[in-house]
Structure formats: structure tokens, C-alpha cells
């Protein structure tokens, strides 16, 4: 049996290598245990590349790196079947989705096409090609980038794949004292490479065995109410706050529910408890919900973001 302190000794590793961001790496390993995909986002030079490759490092996982671009083709991702001219047949060639982990840089500028068959892998972890279904390793994980600064060339992502998304991580720029101690790590590492020192702390047989140990997490029945009726809240906004009851276009679906609730488990396991708290729910619920809510123009104008609106809901609603 996998123990938890391996999941804590890579938590340390990675708060090695990255500079605050403490909510982003408790976020990340959270993710791992859950068994959850990650969106980030957040302007350039902010480490996100450097954090998904600590994370693979410290898992000894597979890792690939996907720069998404405009001319990006489906088989770029998922490989395709090449004729053998020694043989006369077609033979394949796995593409970077048969990875471990798949950092989707920019993830929004790639076509339509393209997202069709991530979400796919994203889904079901599996992609079609040739009409041949293939299995993906049984830990995939994407974690992808995107900008939200510059928007031009970019396509907005289907809200069926934000919803496979466990969480979406928003990113800000460090403070004075952080920037400082980056800009000395970077002087120190191999041009600027601060991950290549990190060695692993555990096997993705090791996390495979602890997900399985998930389970064992309780949720008392108020507890899971308190989480399901948060997100159901966000479908029904007037009944909570009716100043802003149609600013809501579209609210978090049931998915979203077993995400909070799974996400919640791997707190509380993380912690080295056997229960959820009511916190547990409340510290995850904004990263968990926020990409999964699609608001209307007079809310944009209003300055009203769905942050704002999910701690609104956190106060309108009874806590156990």
C-alpha cells in the first residue's frame, strides 16, 4: 500500500523549485490524487511551464510538452497510421497523448478539430484514430496553459471540455520578495532551469494505489448536501442573490458536483483525515466552479466575475 507521505515529500519538492504559489501546488497535488485535469491561467513568465515539468519529475511520469498553435492537426496530438513500405501495411505512431502527462501550452489557440480529439482523450482516455480505439496510460493527466492577456488568434474553449477541467487555476504576478528569491534561483540553476535538479518522490504506481485508498474518505450526508447545493446554486443564481439572478447564462453541471466532492476527499486525505469538512468545499469551491459558469455580457460590464459570485453563494448558503 502506497503511503501519503510520498504525495507530501513531492508537495515539498515542488515548493523547492517554485517560489509561493502555495495555493497552485496544493491545487496540483490535489489534482494528482483525484485524478483530475488542470486548466492554468495566467500571464506569460509566471512558471507554468516550469511547474507541470517538476510535477511529471517529481512522479517519474512521461511527460510531453504541446506548443498549440492555429495549424495544429488532430494527429499532431493522437498520432496517426503511417504505410511501411518494407511491410505494405500501415503501422502506428503514437502521438504526444500517449504521455503520462500532456502540458497543453496555450491550449486556446488550437482549432475546433483539435479540441475534439483532446477531449476525447480528456473524457474518455482513450482516442479513435482509423477507426482503431486505443487506450491511454492509466495515468493521464493534461494540465494546460492559457493567456488570458492576449487574445487575438485564439478560439474559446467548448464548455463540454472546461467541464472535464477539475480545476481552473488563476495565476498572479509575485510579490516583491518572491520576484527577488526567483530572479536568485534563476541565477543559480543551468540557464535558468530551475526543475532539473528535482529527482522523483514516487511512481504513478504509487498514485494509482493511493486513489484507490480514496474511497475510504467519508462525507456525512449534511457535508455533501452543503457541496451539491452550492453548485445546483449556481443554476438557480436568482433564488440566492436576485440582483444578479441573470447574469448567469449557464451554470455548473452535476460533473461539477463530483468534482467538488472528489476534490474535497483528496484535501481531507492529503490532510490525514478520513472525513470532509464543510472547508474542505469552501477552499475548493471557486477553483472547481469558476470555468464551469458562463456569464452574460452586464455582468462583464458590471465588473461582477464568477469568483464574486461563488463567494456570494458561499454566504447565502446554510453551512453544516
Keep these: 500500500m502506497a503511503d501519503i507521505e510520498l504525495l507530501h515529500e513531492l508537495r515539498r519538492k515542488l515548493g523547492s523549485v517554485i ?5 497552485l ?3 496540483l497535488v490535489i489534482a494528482v490524487l483525484a485524478g483530475g485535469h488542470v486548466l492554468l491561467e495566467g500571464p506569460p513568465g509566471l512558471a507554468k511551464t516550469t511547474v507541470v515539468h517538476a510535477l511529471a519529475t517529481g512522479m517519474d511520469a512521461q511527460f510531453q510538452r504541446v506548443q498549440f498553435t492555429p495549424d495544429l492537426m488532430p494527429g499532431d496530438l493522437t498520432g496517426s497510421d ?3 513500405a518494407a511491410t505494405s501495411t500501415f503501422r502506428f505512431i503514437p502521438g504526444p497523448l500517449f504521455h503520462e502527462i500532456l502540458l497543453a501550452d496555450e491550449i486556446n489557440r488550437a482549432p475546433p478539430k483539435v479540441q475534439s480529439a483532446l477531449l476525447e482523450a480528456m473524457a474518455e482516455h482513450q482516442i479513435t484514430v482509423g477507426g482503431v480505439t486505443r487506450a491511454l496510460p492509466l495515468l ?3 494540465l494546460a496553459t492559457q493567456n488570458p492577456l492576449e487574445q487575438s488568434g485564439t478560439y474559446r474553449l467548448p464548455e463540454a471540455q ?3 477541467f477539475l480545476f481552473q ?5 509575485p510579490d516583491l520578495e518572491e520576484e527577488i528569491e526567483i530572479s536568485r534561483r534563476a541565477r543559480k540553476a543551468n540557464e535558468g532551469h530551475v526543475e532539473e535538479g528535482l529527482t522523483a518522490s514516487l511512481k504513478p504506481t504509487d498514485i494509482l494505489a493511493l486513489r484507490a485508498q480514496l474511497n475510504k474518505v467519508f462525507i456525512e450526508e449534511k457535508v455533501e448536501r452543503f457541496a451539491v447545493e452550492l453548485v445546483v446554486a449556481t443554476r438557480n443564481l436568482a433564488q440566492h442573490i436576485p440582483q444578479w439572478g441573470d447574469m448567469v447564462q449557464t451554470g455548473a453541471s452535476p460533473r461539477a458536483s463530483i468534482a467538488l466532492l472528489r476534490s474535497a476527499m483528496a484535501r481531507a486525505f492529503l490532510d490525514n483525515r478520513d472525513y470532509v469538512l464543510p472547508e474542505d468545499i469552501i477552499e475548493l469551491a471557486a477553483d472547481v466552479l469558476r470555468h464551469r459558469m458562463v456569464l452574460d455580457f452586464s455582468a462583464q460590464a458590471e465588473g461582477i466575475t464568477a469568483d464574486k459570485i461563488i463567494a456570494a453563494l458561499l454566504d447565502s448558503i446554510n453551512k453544516p
Design 25 to 27: 501546488l496544493d491545487r
Design 82 to 84: 503511417i504505410y511501411d
Design 162 to 164: 472546461l467541464d472535464r
Design 140 to 142: 493521464f493527466m493534461v
Design 19 to 23: 517560489v509561493g504559489q502555495d495555493a
Design 169 to 173: 487555476i488563476i495565476l498572479d504576478y
